[in-house]
Antibody, heavy 117, light 110 residues
């Protein structure tokens, strides 16, 4: 059974940093890309970032480019999202998802990030 | 890039059919057969319901079907059931983004 468990969310001040983690199990982690998708309170889904299975290719939405960095540790079946220079508009639940490059077939429950002073 | 356009809400009685539209452009929905649909119950993780326009993952009831014509994709739920009440999001590959989501549609079972 595929399981994705995010952690690392919390309350952070504008301009601050946070590192999210997503622990995966139930599939061969290293051969699949992974994505991060966020959902602001009461709003829709927004794709944030993706990383290839090897970690050699990364992709970002324009809204986070230059501020967020995605990485992965295939020895620990974990993908990370380092978020710097956080803004109020980054407040959202952040989901990680198993990425098939054309669709996202499994999603985690998400971790809430609140950017506020 | 702007989100794909979906109706804010649709509703139907148990047993009826409802169709959710998802309108994009020739740079996303119209250009690629990579449309997927996700169901999200309140407070839960999204669940993949349709991929590649019309394919159903294992375990998804055949009451759910997808199609596309031009720049508009559609999700049809036939034989509506109470557990189908949820938010639904379409998603398409786009020229500049691997995943461009729709605005979301709330399905209400009357």
């Amino acid at each position: 059974e595929v399981q994705l468990l995010e952690s690392g969310g919390g309350l952070v001040q504008p301009g601050g940093s946070l590192r999210l983690s997503c622990a995966a199990s139930g599939f061969t982690f290293s051969i699949y890309a992974m994505s991060w998708v966020r959902q602001a309170p009461g709003k829709g889904l927004e794709w944030v970032s993706a990383i290839s299975g090897s970690g050699g290719d990364t992709y970002y939405a324009d809204s986070v480019k230059g501020r967020f960095t995605v990485s992965r540790d295939n020895s620990k079946n974990t993908v990370f999202l380092q978020m710097n220079s956080l803004r109020a508009e980054d407040t959202a639940v952040y989901h990680c998802a198993k990425d098939r490059w054309e669709w996202l077939d499994y999603w985690g429950q998400g971790t809430l990030v609140t950017v506020s002073s | 890039q702007s989100a794909l356009t979906q109706p804010r809400s649709v509703s139907g009685s148990p047993g009826q059919s409802v169709t959710i539209s998802c309108t994009g452009t020739s740079s996303d929905v119209g250009a690629y057969n990579y449309v997927s649909w996700y169901q999200q119950h309140p407070g839960k993780a999204p669940k993949l319901m349709i991929y590649d326009v019309s394919k159903r993952p294992s375990g998804v009831p055949d009451r759910f079907s997808g199609s596309k014509s031009g720049n508009t994709a559609s999700l049809t739920i036939s034989g509506l059931q109470a557990e189908d009440e949820a938010d639904y999001y379409c998603c398409s590959y786009a020229d500049t983004y691997p995943y461009l989501f729709g605005t979301g549609t709330k399905v209400t079972v009357l």
